[in-house]
């Protein structure tokens, strides 16, 4: 009988895993209902699921029993330590007394209680993943061997989940890359467009000059000699003003001023040249010339930063231009090593010519003899490395023709690039969250102390690369200034100079400082609301916590704790809940003017007002990561309670890069909490639920009541306020439910 029940608890497990595999693609969500039916199944009190990174390293995804810092900080290299070595042999290990096993003896265990444990490897193919670590039994036992086989059979599945979100991941960032090249081939054909108006008009007129002046002496029998000098000198200055027009076309078409408009980002170079090298273009070029081409890159390089559209121009230019040279039977070799600088290497099988290797040199003469266009890629591709501040050297060597890239490494620039992809990030999510229009994020040059804006959503890339603003000046520079939030229900009645821009089509708006220790370092700007409502008092305390939290990041930004794979971790956690803010449905006024109303009726203070109006607009965030149809359904088995009851969990992850209040998280947590202690995920009871985490219930229970529902009517306010109080003592606070009933009446009803 214990076999049959052990079989059935294992079977309801494994189809639990695999319920959730088809409900949600969320990464964090599938690690934490596998860790957490593998503990429970083992009556276990610590467990952890770890993750291979690119730098070779397991780093913990999820954990329990654990500290929070131990978690976010801990790394180890493949083939160190237990889960390092186990993982090494892509293993499945049952460990009664650690004190006894040779292969484990030596290692440190001082956060665990008992000798016994189990490290089981996540295997995909040939492919590493991960590994899943069971510790420390509850009443103090050994593991068992069935045990172990459990954890086998939970750890085949977990390669599955994360093998499908990882191929689901990689699906969407690349549909989110070729957007944003999309998106700026639309916008380069329009410049171009405008380019040539421009161009044309300015090589019109004086050509139309020259023309009719030609003319004129052509069709006039007898001048006058001062006459005649003076249409010469008409023609003569005509054409130096085009002479001058066509050299700044050529300075134009150099990308002399290539770096301005560079939109830089953290590129893994591996993965593009991987890319690249298996692009349809370039191997039709390499199979028409019987090209051997060969790519050597060292597999633990770190990224580096640049404008990720032209660095994959710069290296199809760079080998399509290469191959131009060669003949049938060549070879090209190109290899990546990583030391204090990047180096880049191409090395192809035949000399070029040296008039080719000497105009590149000599930019200014390039021009001047008309070349084709693949003998023009050696050129572009060395202007496309420069624009970037890199060294490009071409020559030839004995019977081979070499190309050295060199990429300086500078920690300081990848985190300046950090700082600006996230706050473009941070930007989207606030826009999103508190549906604006526009919303940017500005921060103080180290130098000139100017703002200037590192993170948009909403506003022209010109005005993003030219805003800069005076400490004291406008509206950014005023709150800069004094240091304090500046709320504008109308900005024409503010006595500040220049006070308004033209793409700002309400007058309302937003400005808040950002300040680490007490020093302003920037301004949270938010502008136009989508409902064209004025920003009020609510949109303040909003606005204050979320300022706060931008504050916070940067701090820890700019304090060179993060490396870069830890930055390109949040670069993608922010990624990722940007794309669950833009699909919440949760955002509706009234969630957080009934919390903000009760919260003012039971005397809290303005701080506790402002968490808990920030809390209201993001407590379910977790949902949108569950399946449509889990959430319609009628009836839920106990597999779906189990997944639907990790929503709290995955909101807390989804906001983890940014939001270091352990308060905060609590109060999200446990807002399906019951005041009776029936209620999940700890069972509090009473005082024990944070107070923002009893309004929320409350709250969230009527708005899901006055919803429609697939498998419902929506209740009447009415019905839905007498369900409430029905619940007062059992499921709500009943000083909560009092609250909320006056601030019904009083303002709803």
């Not at 506003?459 to 690369?465: A, F, M, S, T």
């Amino acid at each position: 009988m214990e076999t049959l029940q052990s079989f059935e608890k294992k079977f309801l497990i494994l189809q639990e895993i695999s319920s959730m595999i088809a409900a949600t693609k969320d990464i964090i969500s599938l690690a934490y209902t596998i860790l957490d039916r593998a503990i429970e199944y083992t009556n276990a009190e610590k467990g952890s699921l770890m993750l291979k990174n690119e730098m070779n390293e397991l780093y913990i995804l999820a954990a329990r029993g654990f500290d929070p810092l131990f978690i976010r900080n801990y790394k180890i290299r493949i083939g160190e330590g237990i889960a390092g070595i186990i993982a090494q042999d892509h293993d499945a290990v049952l460990v009664k007394d650690i004190e006894k096993d040779e292969r484990f003896r030596r290692a440190k265990r001082d956060r665990y209680k008992t000798k016994s444990f189990i490290s089981c490897s996540i295997v995909s193919g040939e492919s590493l993943l991960g590994v899943i670590n069971i510790n420390d039994k509850t009443d103090g036992m050994d593991f068992t061997e069935d045990e172990l086989r459990l954890l086998k059979a939970i750890a085949y599945q977990a390669a599955i989940a994360f093998e499908n979100a990882f191929l689901i991941s990689q699906l969407r960032k690349k549909a989110a890359e070729l957007e944003d090249i999309n998106r700026r081939l639309i916008e380069t054909d329009m410049d171009k467009n405008e380019f040539i108006t421009r161009i044309s008009h300015e090589l019109r007129s004086p050509l139309n000059s020259i023309k009719g002046s030609v003319y004129f002496l052509l069709h006039s029998e007898k001048l006058h000699r001062n006459k005649i000098d003076e249409f010469c000198n008409i023609i003569l200055d005509e054409t130096n003003g085009l002479v001058s027009i066509v050299e700044n076309l050529i300075d134009f078409l150099r990308l002399e001023n290539e770096a301005m408009v560079m939109k830089k980002s953290l590129i893994n170079l591996s993965g593009l040249l991987d890319d690249i090298t298996k692009s349809k273009g370039l191997n039709i070029i390499l199979k028409e010339k019987n090209i051997d081409f060969r790519l050597n890159v060292d597999r633990h390089i770190q990224d580096i930063t640049g404008d990720k559209i032209k660095v994959s121009s710069l290296f199809i230019n760079l080998l399509e231009g290469v191959s131009h040279y060669l003949e049938n039977g060549d070879s090209i070799e190109m290899s990546v090593s990583d030391d204090t600088v990047l180096h880049i290497s191409l090395s192809a099988s035949r000399n070029i010519s040296e008039d080719v290797i000497a105009n590149l040199s000599k930019s200014k003469y390039f021009f001047y003899k008309e070349w084709s266009f693949d003998e023009m890629r050696l050129y572009i591709a060395k202007k496309s490395a420069e624009a970037h501040g890199w060294t490009f050297e071409a020559k030839n060597s004995a019977d081979n023709f070499l190309v050295v890239i060199r990429i300086p490494k500078s920690m300081q620039e990848t985190v300046e690039t950090s700082v600006n992809m996230i706050m473009d990030l941070f930007a989207d999510f606030v826009s999103e969250l508190l549906s604006i229009n526009i919303c940017s994020i500005m921060l103080k040059d180290e130098l000139t102390s100017d703002l200037t804006i590192r993170g948009a959503k909403g506003l022209d890339d010109e005005i993003v690369r030219h805003t800069r603003i005076n400490v004291g000046e406008q509206i950014a520079g005023w709150v800069a200034a004094e240091g304090k939030p500046l709320l504008v229900e109308d900005v024409e009645k503010l006595d500040l100079k220049r006070r308004h821009i033209p793409q700002y089509n309400t007058k309302s708006l937003l400005s808040l400082p950002l300040k680490i220790n007490d020093k302003v370092i920037g301004i949270l700007n938010l502008n136009n609301k989508k409902t064209s409502e004025v920003f009020d008092k609510k949109d303040l305390y909003i606005g204050q916590v979320i300022a706060e939290r931008i504050s916070g990041l940067l701090a820890k930004l700019y304090s060179g704790d993060y490396n870069p794979d830890e930055l390109n971790r949040m670069i993608a956690s922010f990624g990722n809940l940007v794309d669950v803010t833009k699909k919440y449905y949760k955002k509706e006024k009234l969630l957080s003017d009934l919390v903000f109303g009760i919260m003012d009726k039971l005397g809290a203070s303005e701080a506790e007002k402002q968490k808990a109006m920030y809390i209201s607009m993001v407590y379910d965030l977790g949902l949108v990561s569950m399946d449509d149809s889990l959430l319609a359904k009628r009836e839920l088995l106990s597999s779906d309670l189990q997944s639907l009851r990790q929503h709290p969990s995955m909101t807390v992850e989804l906001l983890d890069a940014f939001e270091g209040s352990e308060e905060m998280k609590k109060a999200i947590l446990h807002h399906h909490e019951r005041y009776d202690g029936a209620g999940y995920p700890s069972g509090l009871k009473g005082a024990e639920i944070p107070l923002i985490s009893r309004v929320i219930s409350v709250v969230d229970s009527y708005r899901a009541m006055i919803s429609e529902k697939p498998y419902r009517r929506s209740f009447s306010p009415e019905e839905a306020l007498q369900d409430i109080k029905t619940g007062a003592g059992s499921r709500y606070d009943p000083d909560i439910v009092r609250a909320f009933e006056e601030v019904l009446k009083e303002e709803f009803l």
